[in-house]
């Protein structure tokens, strides 16, 4: 069974970093693109970044670009997004995902809620 625990979510400032994880199982994880996708209040999904399965191509939208890394550590299953400089229109549950995010067939974790507030 395929899982994903998000963590790293919180309360953080304007201007402000937070780091996240994402715990994978259940596939083979150095063999797959993973994601971040973020959904706000009201809003529908967005997507935020991806990596590909070898790690050495990340892309990005717009907005978190030169913000936002993204990262993955094939030893330990796990993927990370780094945040900076983070705006109040960053707030957003964030889910890791299989894939883009964005598939019929991608698989999504719960989610981790990230709060930027003064």
């Known amino acids: 069974e395929v899982q994903l625990l998000e963590s790293g979510g919180g309360l953080v400032q304007p201007g402000g970093s937070l780091r996240l994880s994402c715990a994978a199982s259940g596939f083979t994880f150095g063999n797959t693109d993973m994601s971040w996708v973020r959904q706000a209040p009201g809003k529908g999904p967005e997507w935020v970044s991806t990596?590909?399965?070898?790690?050495?191509?990340?892309s990005y939208r717009g907005s978190v670009k030169g913000r936002f890394t993204i990262s993955s550590d094939n030893a330990k299953n796990t993927l990370y997004l780094q945040m900076n400089s983070l705006k109040p229109e960053d707030t957003a549950v964030y889910y890791c995902a299989t894939g883009s995010g964005l598939g019929n067939d991608d698989i999504w974790g719960q989610g981790t809620q990230v709060t930027v507030s003064s």
């Open positions: 990596i590909n399965s070898g790690g050495g191509s990340t």
